[in-house]
């Protein structure tokens, strides 16, 4: 399926450091999202990188592909506590989008 | 960027009652929308796809006829859950796709049924 699947489903750390989440996927892809939710509340665009591009920064997030291994990582760097939230990967052929269950990331003050 | 307005954002009804929910795209159009829903701690479950002036696109196991979807224009998608029951009870969500290839969603709905 065109299912993402993010990795660990749950991170814990302290205010100033680095959260590093990964997401795997099975098919071909077109570009591969990130989206953050807060809870109780819809899910925010964080970055985009397309299947050609191997690494893209934006502020203090740095996203990287890998469509070899079928692979992203998610590095949020100098993490504050406004950064709790959940984070989803979404793999896309442009046409429709599936979201795995994603990874909780709880920002310790 | 783009908004996606979606009400309400919370609703509590009884058993066997419908519940209309409505996701408009504020300053863009948007020929498709789609629909998810959500459990908690879980991930977004795509339910449909709508389709401006067409039928919806529901995916496998998703009963048409209790999620009814009607996209009656280029800013307008609602979701229908007709005779609701507690186990209907979930978080819904809609997105269009904006430009650049994003989607951008809805607050979502929270559906309490009693």
């Known amino acids: 399926s065109q299912q993402g699947e993010e990795d660990p489903q749950a991170l814990s750390i302290q205010e100033g450091e680095n959260a590093t989440m990964n997401c795997s996927y099975k098919t071909s892809i077109n570009n591969l999202q990130w989206y953050r939710q807060n809870s109780g509340r819809g899910l925010v665009h964080l970055i985009l990188i397309r299947s050609n591009e191997r690494e893209k920064h934006s502020g203090r997030l740095r996203v990287t592909l890998d469509t070899s291994k079928k692979s992203s990582s998610l590095l949020i760097t100098a993490s504050r506590a406004a950064d709790t939230a959940s984070y989803f990967c979404?793999?896309?052929?442009?046409?429709?989008?599936?979201f795995g269950t994603g990874t909780s990331l709880t920002v310790i003050p | 960027g783009a908004v996606v307005s979606q009400h309400p954002s919370r609703v509590i009804c009884k058993s066997g009652t419908s519940v209309k929910i409505e996701c408009r795209s504020l300053d863009f159009q948007a020929t498709t929308m789609f629909w998810y829903r959500q459990f908690p701690k879980q991930s977004l479950m795509l339910m449909a796809t709508s389709n401006e002036g067409s039928k919806a696109t529901y995916e496998q196991g998703v009963e048409k006829d209790k999620f009814l979807i009607n996209h009656a224009s280029l800013t307008l998608s609602t979701l229908t859950v007709t005779s609701a029951h507690p186990e209907d009870s979930s978080f819904y969500i809609c997105s269009a796709p904006g430009g650049d290839e994003k989607l951008f969603f809805g607050s979502g709905t929270q559906l309490s049924v009693l």
């Open positions: 979404a793999p896309s052929t442009g046409n429709q989008f599936y």
